[in-house]
């Protein structure tokens, strides 16, 4: 009886112990989640569709691209994914059947995140309740909707890999440096394009007028004067927290959606860590002017 005893001890431990690794998991998913902005662009919130549904458009020079339903459902989202299908659409851009996905979806700074964070956000998203909505299809004309060009636009514009730290950093820095390259995506919106729509990586986080929606995306390198040089560390990571910049101003439209779904929910560490590692980019002078017609 004491060895049975014990045996029942150690398979209720054993029990506990995978439940406990699951829900680990599921907290660090939805972090991820989080920090990623997911919400924002796969919900359509003015028509009021449940969470993840899809249907947020995003206007580009190339058409209006619409946020997928990525909920687990098996048909009108991506119940059927296999946790494989999952981590090779956010690291290399492909649908289960091999299908390119569009750039608009971020996988170009996805593709840096580790495998481990990659599993987390899968399993959280596949915890999350199902929806029976189908997707709406994107607004694109020809050629820009021929996904077979994306071979192509890959070519040029797309090198996949996990993040890299610099062995010439410190920690704080590579952590805010993988947040802000492949968690949180900020090159996506602060780098200038080319006219393929890849990003000019000379010009990375140097703002552009041409961001989504064909807002301006500002300049936040350290330049002292087309950029956030005046900036402190404690200044960056509270516009991230409460979008206040130190003058006062708040952040509009679209960086007010990244602080409210992303930034706002990260812990003050790592809002520090990508402060910090804003801070040592290298400055560059970019004063951002609308062409005049």
Not at 19 to 28: I, S
Not at 74 to 87: H, R
Request: hydrophobic letters at 35%.
């Amino acid at each position: 009886m004491p060895r049975l005893r014990a045996l029942a001890l150690v398979v209720s431990l054993a029990a506990a112990n995978a439940y406990a690794a699951d829900e680990a998991q599921l907290k660090r998913g939805e972090y991820l989640f989080n920090a990623g902005g997911c919400t924002s662009c796969h919900t359509d919130r003015k028509a009021d569709v449940p969470s993840l549904a899809g249907g947020r458009g995003l206007k580009t020079p190339f058409g209006t691209f619409y946020g997928p339903n990525i909920t687990p459902h098996p048909t009108a989202g991506i119940g059927k994914w296999s946790d494989a299908d999952f981590m090779r659409a956010m690291h290399d851009g492909r649908g289960p059947d091999g299908t390119h996905f569009f750039p608009v979806f971020p996988y170009t700074s996805f593709t840096e995140m580790t495998d481990r964070d990659v599993k987390d956000l899968n399993a959280y998203v596949f915890s999350l309740p199902p929806v029976d909505r189908p997707s709406k299809p994107h607004e694109v004309s020809f050629p820009f909707n021929i996904r077979f060009l994306q071979v192509g636009w890959r070519m040029f514009n797309f090198t996949p890999g996990r993040f890299q730290p610099d062995p010439k950093a410190g920690a704080a820095v590579n952590r805010g440096a993988y947040l802000a390259r492949a968690v949180v995506h900020c090159g996506e919106c602060h780098t200038p394009r080319n006219f393929m729509g890849g990003l000019k990586t000379s010009m990375w986080l140097a703002g552009t007028v041409n961001g989504p929606e064909g807002e301006t995306a500002p300049n936040i390198t350290p330049d002292p004067d087309t950029g956030i040089g005046k900036w402190s560390v404690k200044d960056i990571a509270n516009y991230l927290q409460d979008g206040v910049d130190p003058d006062g101003g708040f952040a509009g439209s679209l960086m007010a959606e990244v602080v409210k779904n992303a930034t706002g929910k990260l812990t003050d560490a790592d809002r520090a860590a990508i402060a910090a590692y804003l801070k040592q980019i290298p400055p560059i002078a970019n004063k951002l002017r609308r062409s005049q017609h």
